[in-house]
């Protein structure tokens, strides 16, 4: 399940989405993303998060959906934040329940990469110095409309 | 003519100074809208960076429109 909030994601959202382990599973994965005081080298003091919640939910539950069919994992979780967030705060939750650690690792870090990549969310930092800049990812704004992974 | 729901989103909103509106329009294709918007808005971003979305599906900018679709320029995404 994917979902967009613009509640913090704290212990009691991710433990009531992953629910009790499935009984075949041996392994938990999950990533936590959360906003960091500095980006290509300017002091960052927050950032606030827009998205098309409509499309950014179903292009994020596609992602889910692709995931369990490429890894043999038995169930993913994703979710992101909106609105306006300080340094620390957790945006965005991905958690991963497969049989095996192997599958669990690369079925995590395949969502957190393609929901970066296409799901409808843009952020906008706000510096120290109190100037602000909507981010765009460099690789995707000189190559857009190409297919790429990249760190 | 046809009538089209267009969403601004980022950088776009606030270009356009709005979230969304109807366009009565002649384009045909998501390319020729978007070209329509720029020279009457004067939007800074070239569709080279943009992607654009139909009801809510990605698609190509050589995609036809339809009335009442709903149509969204996407700038680059930055989730995460």
């Not at chain 1, 950014?56 to 306006?84: M, N, S, T």
């Not at chain 1, 329940?97 to 990549?117: M, Q, S």
């Amino acid at each position: 399940m994917f979902f967009i909030t613009s509640q913090p994601i704290d212990d009691r959202l991710k433990l009531e989405l992953l629910g009790k382990p499935p009984s075949d599973c041996g392994a938990l994965v999950s990533f936590e993303g959360m906003v960091r005081d500095h980006n290509e080298g300017k002091a960052v003091a927050s950032l606030e998060y827009e998205c098309y919640r409509e499309m950014a939910e179903k292009v994020g539950q596609d992602i889910l959906r692709q995931a369990l069919k490429l890894f043999p994992i038995k169930a993913a979780f994703c979710i992101h934040r909106e609105g306006h967030l300080q340094i620390g705060e957790p945006a965005v939750w991905v958690g991963v329940y497969a049989p095996h650690r192997e599958e669990a690792f690369r079925a995590c870090r395949f969502i957190i990469d393609e929901v970066k990549l296409h799901v409808p969310i843009w952020k906008k930092e706000h510096y120290v110095d109190l100037s602000s800049d909507w981010v765009a990812c460099h690789q995707c704004a000189h190559s857009h409309k190409e297919h790429h992974h990249h760190d | 003519m046809k009538t089209v729901h267009v969403l601004y989103f980022a950088k776009l909103r606030e270009e356009r100074g709005l979230s969304s509106e109807k366009i009565t329009t002649a384009a045909r294709t998501a390319l020729e809208l978007w070209e329509e918007l720029r020279q009457k808005h004067g939007f800074s971003v070239s569709s080279d960076f943009l992607k654009v979305a139909i009801n809510e599906q990605y698609c190509d900018f050589t995609s036809q429109l339809a009335p009442m679709d709903k149509v969204v320029f996407i700038p680059p995404v930055a989730g995460g």
